[in-house]
């Protein structure tokens, strides 16, 4: 069948909105319980609500463990992860309407384990010998930031007086990672102050455990203020396991107990770790003393593969597990088989089962259930390209694909440039909905790994340094001149978007710039120094090493907040908030938004409510995708093929409506 001939833009896609919004879900949280296997979905159809699901050790029952009223969902540092934990058939979870924790034991009914109160729990891990479970605590007893972070314990069979728990550890302004010896007699967990992220500086602490689950005789085990430790594994009872970047990459390391030194299991400059943006993140399991299913990424891709253990010889063998695969995390083990997070190029977000014994890799729950023909896939193709100061970055590269339809010949096509948020991520080149919608109506789309993502080192995440607001926009701005220079790109109908940190990416790329020609602000930040004072506490003091220490750096976030600068300002945006957000709260958009209408530019602003920092309603996803493709349609005057329910945009010239 032949092609039609229709401009990029305006390709009739059968990936609509409604498969993007409600077609999936969000799988997190994978966990082993003996051969029985758990997973959070958070499901867009109901709200966004995050529900724990079930599948029975013969695969045959797969059942929703919660009841429509619960939520497994928490808000400790406002991002949440680690929302539950099972061990022999108990699950504990934190609740997000209340923020309390809760028990069900083999299958019955939630019960409350801890009281109602002003305290928010996260990253549990299960005692039964002192029927207590251990997690992070968040005190917002008192107004603005938490006053007090800590790992507490929590009577699992608590009396008719429920309590907010027992300080088990505390002292630090953040904590993570509990995890309990096998034979209980120690625990070990993550630390770290500001200004510091937990992928700048961690420290990895043990204590002996007493009856009461209170931490005698602490120890640091690893880490520092210029050292990233990431989740620590407990090898035996001797020894535990653990990521770092002491070599300038996350790394492997083992330390026995009875030992001074840590020994690296291997070495290579690739990141076996992530940046723990939320609980309960992890890379690899421990299958045995002697074996290890791990996950490196090269190159912004991430491969599979077995770390066989030597004792005896001090020799490791790292091999790698063929896979068309790109994308691995979110491990568990039952000493078997490993669970974990799997996608790649044609393959969505999925719960999988990897066989160390026959080497498979199976497929267990998909977050979608569409079905994609190949030919309709755009695929991730890794790319690199040169920037500022003679050095490189890299992105994903996804080409308009549609076989329905081709472009006019010599027409180039419009480019999206995503800027993802952190800005320590990294963007995945696993298949995306949201980003064929672009790619299937003419679309191509670049994901960049600017300066400062994670996966290609610590020097190349520090890049940021001091310097947030340029390299990430002088990336991204290379990357699109590279497009645009090697003929995969129309020049003039460059665009941006991004969201939260990739939001004030773009915002700063629009101000400063004079590359693209409009762009989408998703809860984005358009002012820093009111971000010092109107934020969580996770991230009051990121900027410190982002931008610099304020108020002794007050002029560079004057210098670096795009609201200070809008009469540089030329090109039309649209902004996207939730008016619930804490993270950047709703006035950052708000002013922007005043400044381009006052200046007379085009502009638009929708906003929802009972949203918070992300959207997780189906109806708010599908608006959204929708909305900022209708206005680069208006803005570059071409007519899309979908019905799309108007955006009111200010300040539009009415030649520039489609026809």
Known sequence: MAKKSAPFGTWKSPITTDMVASGGVKLSGVIFDGDDLYWLEGRAAEGGRQVIVHRSADGDSVRDVLPKEFNARTTVHEYGGGAFAVSKGTIVFANFADQR?????????????????????????????????????????????????????????PTATLSNGEYTVCGCEFFSSPRLSPDGRLLSWLSWNHPNMPWDGTELWMGNLDKSGMVAEPRKIAGGIAESIFQPEWLGNAAISYVSDRSGWWNLYQRNLYEDEAQCLAARENDFGLPQWVFGMSTYAVVSEDLIVCAYGDQGLWKLAELRIDYEQSKHSLIDIPSDLTDFSTFSTNGKTVALLTGGPAQFNAVALYDPARKQLQTVKSASDITISPDRISKAEAISFDTENGGIAYAFYYPPVNPDFEAPEAELPPLLVES???????????????????????????????????????????KLLGNWGIVDVQDCENAAKYLARTGRADINRLTITGGSAGG????????????????????????????????????????????????????????????????????????????????????????????????????????????????RKAENIKRTIEAEFYFYARIFGFTPADEIEPVQIENLSPVKAPV
Not at 443 to 451: F, I, K, R, S
Not at 516 to 529: P, Q
Not at 554 to 580: H, W
Request: proline share 6%; charged share 15%; aromatic share 12%.
């Open 504 to 615: 004030y990416t773009t915002l700063c790329a629009l101000t400063f710039g004079k590359t693209f020609k409009a762009g989408a602000s998703h809860y984005g930040i358009g002012e820093l120094e009111s971000l010092t004072g109107d934020t969580h506490k996770f991230e009051s003091r990121y900027m410190d090493n982002l931008i610099g220490p304020y108020p002794a750096a007050k002029d560079v976030y004057v210098a670096r907040s795009p609201i200070n600068f809008t009469d540089r300002l030329s090109c039309p945006v649209i902004f996207f908030q939730g008016m619930e957000d804490k993270v950047v709260p709703p006035n950052q958009a708000e002013m922007m938004v005043a400044a381009l209408r006052k200046k007379g530019l085009p502009v638009a602003y929708i906003a929802y409510e009972g949203e918070q920092h992300g959207f």
């Open 101 to 157: 924790v809760y028990k069900i034991v083999n299958g019955g009914a939630p019960v409350a384990i801890s009281a109602a109160g002003p305290f928010r729990y996260a990253d549990f891990v299960i005692d039964h010998n002192r029927q207590l479970t251990f997690c992070v605590q968040e005190d917002h007893a008192e107004p603005g930031q938490p006053t007090i972070n800590a790992i507490v314990s929590l009577p699992l069979n």
């Open 420 to 462: 993802h948020g952190g800005p320590t991520a990294a963007a995945s080149g696993r298949l995306s909905l949201s980003i064929q919608y672009w790619t299937s109506r003419g679309y191509a789309v670049v994901d960049v790994n600017y300066g400062g993502s994670t996966g290609f080192g610590r020097a190349y995440r520090n």
